[in-house]
């Protein structure tokens, strides 16, 4: 039953892989958590997006999807939860013109692994996104390695 007092929870999903469902960061795992996120803050899970592909990349159906439903929802008390910054974005441009779109939408942005929301996005979260980006091109560098050294080994 639906009354004003609803409120509610989007869960974004994302992962780099295509199968994704076994790893720490697949798909499986962030809904669940997202899922349970909800839920402790007894929130409705109205819809649940997800994604695979690089974080980079802006490229992503699920999150143009969600941007666009959120438009949708503004008599509506809505929270959007995903693991962590990295699942929205790696570009960090990208990542800020999302915060400030949800923003503007008046839906507040939940990190399941840092354990709440981050409000505002000061120096402390572009450090983090920058640190994010690093890493990124780090996994990406040794995926490349990786996919090498199998076709050598055939």
Not at 25 to 43: D, H, K, V
Not at 62 to 79: A, P, R, Y
Not at 141 to 147: A, E, G, P
Request: charged share 25%; aromatic share 8%; glycine share 8%.
């Amino acid at each position: 039953m639906n009354t004003s007092q609803d409120t509610y929870a989007l869960i974004y999903a994302r992962t780099a892989r295509d199968a994704g469902l076994s790893s720490s960061f697949g798909l499986y795992p962030q809904i669940c958590s997202g899922i349970a996120y909800a839920f402790q803050n007894r929130w409705l899970v109205k819809k649940i997006y997800l994604d695979t592909g690089s974080g980079i990349s802006d490229d992503h159906p699920g999150m143009k999807e969600l941007l666009s439903d959120i438009q949708k929802m503004s008599n509506e008390t809505v929270h959007l939860v995903t693991e962590d910054p990295a699942r929205l974005s790696r570009n960090i441009g990208y990542y800020e013109s999302l915060l400030k779109s949800f923003n503007s939408a008046g839906v507040a942005v939940h990190f399941c692994a840092f354990g709440g929301e981050l409000p505002e996005l000061g120096s402390l979260t572009k450090k983090l996104i920058s640190a994010l980006q690093s890493a990124s091109k780090r996994e990406a560098s040794l995926i490349r390695r990786r996919k090498n050294i199998k076709k050598e080994t055939k």
